[in-house]
């Protein structure tokens, strides 16, 4: 069996001059006993190749809010992570920004699994104190899985809703993934939907959703219940 080496790793052997003053990076010989990440399972950390395989993690910041480059967004502010395959399990959650709406999650109603749901339909329910947000389904599919960890702890979605906070996942039915927002599009509408929010909470609410210029983390503190049930409708559904 072969060592276990990242697959973008080539190596070749040169030579160069000696009096030349600048340093280089000079491939390593194929007879070489040296070992580093990239001959190594490790090489699976190295930040060059998560970026290149497609397995960057890093979430980009918009306004003040994190983003995912590498999952498709709803309008209605879930994220999608589609599988390998094309007919693999998707997971699907909610982005920073509408958490941050709906405020402290206590509570979640998850879909039962085998359920189907229906594009634009609502498919689950996020409880903050006595305060419900519905949610819609991202597209067309079957219920495969709902996540444990945040039937049991829903402030889960809170900490870290683009990898633990996973909410279900789904098989799709149909090709609409292509219809969701994704990298640099992705970007410029999360824009457009902070600036919205900005707009609202000034003109229509008379209030700010920022704090010494960034946005705040819990919005949904600034608001009574009729102001958080219209913010919640407009941008969540």
């Not at 640099?184 to 229509?204: C, I, K, P, T, Y």
Request: charged share 25%; with cysteine.
């Amino acid at each position: 069996m072969g060592e276990d080496k990242c697959p973008f790793l080539e190596m070749t052997t040169m030579t160069f001059c000696k009096a030349f003053p600048t340093k280089k990076m000079i491939p390593v010989d194929r007879g070489t006993s040296v070992k580093s990440m990239c001959h190594t399972g490790n090489y699976r950390l190295c930040s060059a190749f998560r970026e290149i395989d497609g397995h960057e993690s890093a979430a980009d910041i918009v306004r003040g809010f994190s983003l995912r480059p590498d999952y498709y967004y709803h309008p209605r502010h879930l994220w999608v992570s589609p599988g390998k395959e094309s007919d693999a399990e998707t997971r699907v959650g909610i982005d920073d920004f509408s958490q941050r709406l709906v405020g402290k999650i206590d509570r979640v109603s998850l879909p039962p699994e085998g359920s189907s749901v229906r594009d634009n339909s609502v498919c689950l329910l996020l409880h903050s104190g006595n305060k419900t947000a519905r949610m819609v389904a991202p597209g067309n599919g079957t219920v495969c899985a709902v996540n444990k960890k945040v039937a049991d702890n829903p402030g889960t979605i809170n900490r870290d809703p683009y990898e633990e906070g996973w909410i279900f996942s789904l098989r799709p039915g149909g090709d609409w993934l292509s219809r969701l927002y994704h990298g640099s599009v992705a970007r410029q509408w999360l824009d457009w939907e902070v600036e919205r929010l900005h707009r609202m909470f000034s003109n229509d609410l008379g209030i700010t959703a920022t704090d010494g210029g960034e946005t705040l983390p819990d919005i949904s503190s600034r608001l009574n219940e009729a102001q958080w049930s219209r913010i919640v409708a407009l941008f969540l559904g």
